[in-house]
Every structure is written in C-alpha cells, then in structure tokens.
C-alpha cells in the first residue's frame, strides 16, 4: 500500500533550522499535490503548506510565510519542508499528506488521501 514515512524531526533551539523529509512509496508522485500540516499538544491538526505536482506553485499558511519553504523532487518521490526561524509555537508533530490534483483543497484535511505518520519538531525557547 502507499507509504508516506517523514523524517528530519528533532529538537532545535529558537532561531534554528530543520528540514523535514517525506519520501512516497506506491504513489505516483507526479500525480499528486502534497502537503505538509502539524499539530501540536490538545489543537487541532492545523495547514503548514502545500506544493504543486510540477513544484512550480506553493501555498502557506500565514503563520509560516517567510520562514518555510516547501520544494519537492519528483525524480526521489520526495517532498521536504525546510523550516527556518523556527520559533517555540512551531513545535509539534508534522505530517505529510498527498492530495489529488484536481478538484482539491489544501485547506480540508477530508480531501488528502494518504498521510504519514509524522515526526516531531520540537523548539526550544
């Protein structure tokens, strides 16, 4: 079956950086638009970003605007997340998920059809 396996995760100390990793299996990754959301102790799984299929168009919340950057590679069947900046309310879980191309949106958790299982990004204040 389809595997989304995330890596990259760790503690840093505020101002830091991480990249996180998303490596697809049994996916045609080209086929897919993917994203990254988070989700921090007793809140709600919340949007981080998401990348195009080609990569050519990003989208972000405006918590991380600025200081994230999503790219992917279709030839690794990867999506990255590198976070700079990073802050201590960045701290959570992050997962990745894929989401069709068409009819999509990036905001509605129901619509990604496969997720990771996550790792944690913990920020040191």
């Known amino acids: 079956q389809v595997q989304l396996v995330e890596s990259g995760g760790g503690l840093v100390q505020a101002g830091g950086s991480l990249r996180l990793s998303c490596a697809a299996s049994r996916l045609t990754f080209s086929s897919y638009d993917m994203a990254w959301f988070r989700q921090a102790p007793g809140k709600e799984r919340g949007f981080v970003g998401a990348i195009n299929w080609s990569g050519g168009s990003t989208t972000y919340a405006d918590s991380v605007k600025g200081r994230f950057t999503i790219s992917r590679d279709n030839a690794k069947n990867t999506v990255y997340l590198q976070m700079n900046s990073l802050k201590f309310e960045d701290t959570a879980v992050y997962y990745c998920?894929?989401?069709?191309?068409?009819?999509?949106?990036?905001?509605?958790?129901?619509?990604?059809?496969?997720w990771g299982q996550g790792t944690q990004v913990t920020v040191s204040s």
């Open positions: 998920a894929a989401i069709g191309r068409f009819g999509r949106n990036y905001f509605k958790i129901g619509d990604y059809e496969y």
